[in-house]
C-alpha cells in the first residue's frame, strides 16, 4: 500500500488534510463545507461519545433532544447570542418546492409556500431549549435541571476544513439551570473539568485551563471557560468551552422560579460543549509522516494480527494460535482484529494499519509458530520485538497503558518546549514567526491592545491561565501596567 503522504515539514495543512481523507477519518462531501464521516472515523468519534456520556451521567447529567429549527422571532430574543451567530445563519423561508413548468423535470421553490415565520437551522441551542425550560421550570424543587443533547448544528462557514471547520458538524451542549448564581459558576467550571479529564486521559492531548477574554467570550456568556490544546505546527486549538451565562437567557426568555423564601427569581445557566473539532486535534497532536497515530482509549482497534504463510497448511496453524490469542486478549476488553484476508500481502496490511494509526500490531509466521513467539511492533515509536506467547495477553494490556502515556509524556514535552515567555513586542513576534507555540506575555487588560495584536501578528489571547502567577509587569505592546502573563498564539 503506497501512502504517499506529504510531510508535515513540507506542508502541514495539506499533510493533514491528505491524513484525514486517506486514512478513511472522512471526506468532503457533494454540499459545499459540509463533511462525510466515514465508518473509521465515526468509529473513534463514537468511543469520544461513549466516554463523554459516561462522564455526564456520572455528573448527573441526563440526556434529551430539542428541534433542529428556532423561529426567528426566538432565536433574537437574546440578543448578543442572536447577534454572535447571525452571520453564520442558514434560515428557511419556505417549506415545499412545485415542478418548474418552463423546464421539465425541474424543482423551484413554490412561492406560494412561503413561512410565515422565517426558521433558522440551529448554529447551537440556547433559545430552543431555554424557551422550554421556561415551561420546564415553577419552584427551587425544578432545579437544577442538568439537561445534554448530542446533536448536530450549521454554521455557515465560508473558509472549510475537515473536523476543524466545517458548515455542519457533531457536538454534544449541555445547558443547565440553577438556583444561585454561585452554583451555576461551579457547575461550569465542573464541566471545564470533565473536559480537560477527558482530553487529558483519554486523548492524550495536554490542555491549558483557562478563561477566555471577553472579546473571546461566547456571545451571550457573562464568562467562558476553555481548554487550549497546543498543535504540532505551534497553532493553538480551542478543544472545549463551558460558559457561565449569568441570568441573561432567563431574563430573555422569563424563566423564573419561586425561591424557598416565597420569592419569584430568575434562574442562572450554564451551556458546554465539545464537537468532532476535537477528531481534528486528535489527528494533529499525535500522527506523523507515516499516518495516524491513535492512543489506545480512542483506537478502534488496538491490537491487530497479521499471519504471514505460503501454504494452506500454515494459515489454519497460525490461525488456529491466534484464534486463542484473540479470544482472550477480548475477555480483557482489548479491541483486536484478526486481518486474515487473502487478497492483500502482509506489506500491504502493514502500511495500511500502520497509515490507520493501529497502536500495536502483531505478525505471525511459521517460525513464530514453532518458537513460540510473536513480532511486536509498536505504530507510536516504530520500533519492534519478539515477545514469547505465554503471557503475552497481559504483556499487551501493559504495552497499551505505556503506549496511552507515552503519548500524552511526549505531547507535554512539545507544549512545555514551545511556551515562550516575551517580554517585549519585537521577541514576541519573533518567537511566534520563527518559533511558534504559546507566548506567554503581559497584557494590559483592554480589548483595544487585544484587537491591534491580532490585527498585527494573527495571534489571539487563548486563555487567561487559571493557574497563572499574578506578577506586576508591563503590557508587552503598550508598556501599561499588567497583573499577570496571559497566553497568545495563532490558532485553528
Known sequence: MSKNLTTRAEDYSKWYNELVVKADLAENSGVRGCMVIKPYGYAIWEKMQGELDRMFKETGHTNAYFPLFVPKSMFEAEEKN????????????????????????????????????????????????????RGWVQSYRDLPLLINQWANVVRWEMRTRLFLRTAEFLWQEGHTAHATRLEAIEESEKMMHVYADFVENFMAIPVVKGLKTESERFAGADETYCIEALMQDGKALQAGTSHFLGQNFAKAFDVKFTSKEGKLEYVWGTSWGVSTRLMGALVMTHSDDNGLVLPPNLAPIQVVIVPIYKTDEQFDAISEEVNKLVTALRKLNISVKFDNRDTHKPGFKFAEWELKGVPVRLAIGPKDLENGTYEVARRDTLSKEVVNKEGIEVYLQDLLET??????????????????????????????????????????????????????????????????????????????????????????
Open 403 to 492: 503506549i496511552q502515556k507515552d503519548l500524552f509524556i511526549r505531547a507535554v514535552n512539545y507544549r512545555t518546549q514551545h511556551t515562550t515567555e516575551v517580554n517585549s513586542f519585537e521577541e514576541f513576534k519573533d518567537v511566534l514567526e520563527n518559533k511558534g507555540g504559546f507566548v506567554a506575555a503581559h497584557w494590559d487588560g483592554t480589548a483595544e491592545t487585544e484587537e491591534k495584536i491580532k490585527d498585527l501578528t494573527k495571534a489571539t489571547i487563548r486563555c487567561i491561565p487559571l493557574d497563572r502567577v499574578e506578577e506586576a509587569g508591563k503590557c508587552v505592546f503598550t508598556g501599561l501596567p499588567s497583573k499577570g502573563r496571559v497566553l497568545f498564539a495563532k490558532a485553528y
Open 82 to 133: 442572536a447577534e454572535g451567530f447571525a452571520k453564520e445563519c442558514a434560515i428557511v423561508t419556505h417549506y415545499r418546492l412545485t415542478n418548474d413548468p418552463d423546464k421539465k423535470g425541474k424543482l423551484i421553490v413554490d412561492p406560494e409556500a412561503k413561512l410565515e415565520e422565517e426558521l433558522i437551522v440551529r448554529p447551537t441551542s440556547e433559545a430552543i431549549i431555554w424557551s422550554t425550560y
